[in-house]
């Protein structure tokens, strides 16, 4: 059985105190989120789960892939869920130069709703980039990461361990790619309906929030 560590690091959280992490709630509430759609099929399939639990979520999209599937990204909006900023092209902060890295942002940003929020694909960002992105941006990273798309991972294991870490304010990620979906497919159903039976409320962040 693989080891997977799903809850986050206090101690990560304390180095990046900028970062949003959790969201503190009184009620009951989850913040469910999908990163780096839409893709045809996968995204379509998590949007029809969503609606069935009447849940919304927080999908952070490529910009790219806006550019591919535009008929998707509109299903997103119009059914009520927010948005947030994946860079153009997937790119790890920590491989790449810094101004590329805000060019790359702020080409996806063009294509987005009004939204602040924004999340750094792999959660890899150097120091300085997320001081500049903070000036304009929302950094959206995670209380709970479900492993959807690590292969050492069975659907089984993705789904248990997601559930056990969440809490009351947590900000889950799930993805929305075909590299996720053996696991996605079978974990996010199960997830939904466990968290509807515990009497989760399932928000989506506002695109305001910051």
């Not at 902060?93 to 940003?109: F, I, L, R, S």
């Not at 409320?201 to 695109?207: E, F, N, S």
Request: proline letters at 6%; glycine letters at 4%.
């Amino acid at each position: 059985m693989a080891f997977f560590l799903h809850k986050s690091f206090s101690l990560l959280r304390s180095f990046y105190p900028e970062m949003v992490w959790r969201i503190p709630s009184v009620e009951p509430t989850i913040y469910l989120t999908f990163d780096d759609g839409p893709i045809p099929e996968v995204t379509e399939f998590v949007l029809e789960q969503l609606k069935q639990y009447q849940a919304q979520a927080t999908f952070f999209c490529i910009g790219d892939n806006i550019r591919k599937h535009p008929q998707i990204f509109q299903q997103i909006i119009d059914q009520g869920h927010s948005i947030g900023n994946h860079t153009y092209n997937h790119l790890k902060g920590w491989k790449t130069e810094d101004q590329a890295y805000y060019e790359n942002v702020a080409q996806c940003q063009a294509l987005l709703p009004s939204t602040r929020l924004f999340r750094p694909p792999y959660g890899r960002i150097r120091k300085r980039q997320a001081a500049q992105l903070v000036k304009d941006h929302t950094l959206i990273m995670w209380d709970v990461l479900t492993g959807d798309y690590n292969p050492d991972l069975s659907p089984e294991q993705v789904f248990k361990g997601t559930v056990k870490a969440c809490e009351s304010g947590s900000i889950v990620v799930f993805h929305d790619s075909i590299k996720a979906w053996r696991n996605m497919s079978y974990a996010l159903p199960k997830t939904l309906e466990y968290l509807r039976n515990k009497n989760f409320t399932l928000k989506a962040l506002p695109m305001s929030l910051g």
